[in-house]
């Protein structure tokens, strides 16, 4: 076998090699510019008239969040406002007077129908029941979510 | 189903499965082409057998991908490609070896493969949810430490190169370490998930540095240094270094707080020097590294071999390499497992072993990005602990045969000769592609089904 084939091939085999990398790069770089937003998504699969019953308030669904235990018992903020952020912030919605509450503790927020509760690196944690959330968490009525000392829900 | 809350997320991260059939493709191509190069560099003509093994090759790589198609379908798609080109390569480097010396390796290791590729597939089938690994942390962490153990038992323990790191069962010889590594990432990640407040908020400030209450780190604390001792004990340099690396990202990452580097720093260079004053193989393999040429050539105690014949065959290969088959790898003794990166440096060139580099990197950097976007803790620190220690390998390993750091006997992952470190590494694979399938999958839509259909009952599938 003469010198230039074995040249070739040698050659040929680190382009074979750098076009993999470079094939794996492109494919890392369309992987995090390339996902399409789930908003337009949503807006293209859901047909108009099958979004309009939609828009009007469902029968059963909350309207305001309140805190039914706690130092700030009996406060509430209508969901109308969402996202709500919950903390000791001054900049809360619902500002609680706990000493275990971070200044800026979780949120609630909505997706689409649902209601979710998302704590934001607080420190003492978000409790749903006994678990700590560590992702953010679908919330139905009368969910019971516990913030430091202060227990608060979704009301009708 | 798969659109999904607005304001929580900012996209939805797309399969993918295509990209990665294609990326396999081309990784076939580099394993399948690196084998028919061998063959027509050192006999001439392509190999007789490059159809039975391009195509046994085919069916593990097509077996791995059916079975992320089925289990994990939102799993990031460069991974398994890249590990694949990995192995293929490094299968093609055995065999070039191995036509010099006239062994049979490259075919104990496509067995071996062959075993990894099965127990990926059978993680991904059984671990359907990474965050079950939480329940073991305690169960792995007394199992890395049996398995630490066994090599010391007599009658299946055995030294080979110094090191006390194997067990022989009959005809099979098995490194525990390897398993152990992974099975410590699993219990370091499960009990920091549980303390980690306690390790970063509770305790006292000494020095800019926030010492962690003794009750808090003490378990997870002895828990390493047993680890750590019983390596020393038995010479694998190596381990040790990996596993003291691994503990300190894991706590740095887990508690946020950079004093730990600091620490971590300070008591790697005590160590050092200790196990330097007292430990003569490590003065020695130190020695070796500050002045390789006292230990080379004819009436020298020759033990600098290994690290000069490396050096020379990648300054022979130069830039561009001799062209694989067209080297002299055989001259480096264990060329074929913990030096296979010197063979690669000689026969590919710096452009070969620059691409080698890369496909580490982006192998750990799709790690790191599993890890951010993991949505629970968990999988955050397993995902950075399975990719740190195999930064940390790469780093020792690659250090040590290019002469930057001294000589550690470790596997390169996924390349070396040496059957528990490709099983162990592929199983770390799965466990990677299991986290980031779960990080990557939109969340389930739990809404209430319209009015309409309120009464009916349907099936839902949730995942």
Redesign the interface.
Known sequence: MSELTLFLIKISYLAILWIFVLSAISVVRSDMFGARMPATAREAAAPKSRRQPKQKARKGSPTHVLVVDGANKGERADLSQAPILIGRGADAAIRLDDDYVSTRHARIAASGDQWFVEDLGSTNGTYIGSARITQPTTLTLGTQVRIGKTLLELRK | M?????????????R?RG?EL??LI??L??GV??YA?VG??VK?KVPADIVSYGGWLAVLVIAAHIAVRMVAPYAD??LL??VA?LNG?GLAVIHRIDLARGNQLARQQLVWMTIGVALFVGTLLILRDHRVLQRFTYTSGLAAIVLLLMPMAPGIGKTVNGARIWIHVGSMSFQPGEVAKVLLVVTFAGYLVLHR?ALA?AGRRVAMIDLPRGRDLGPILAMWVVSLGILVFQHDLGSSLLFFGLFLIMLYVATERAGWLVVGATLFVVGSYLTYVFIGHVRERFQLWSDVWAHYGPHTDDLGRQSVETMFGMAWGGL?????G?GAPWRIPFAESDFIFGAIGEE??L??SL?VI??YG?IV??ALRAALIS???IGKLLATGLGGTLALQVFVVIGGVTHLIPLTGLTTPFLSYGGSSLVANWVIVAILLRISDAARR??P????P??ADMDETQVVKLT
């Open positions: 798969a659109q999904q809350s607005g304001a929580l997320m900012q996209f939805v991260h797309r993918r990209a294609f990326l081309l990784a191509v580099v082409g690196a190069a027509l560099g001439g798609p460069v490609p890249i080109a390569l407040d908020l561009i390499g001799r062209g694989l067209q590919l060139g452009t070969g691409a890369l496909l982006l950097e799709r949505r629970d803790d939109p969340l839509d739990l809404s209430l319209d009015d």
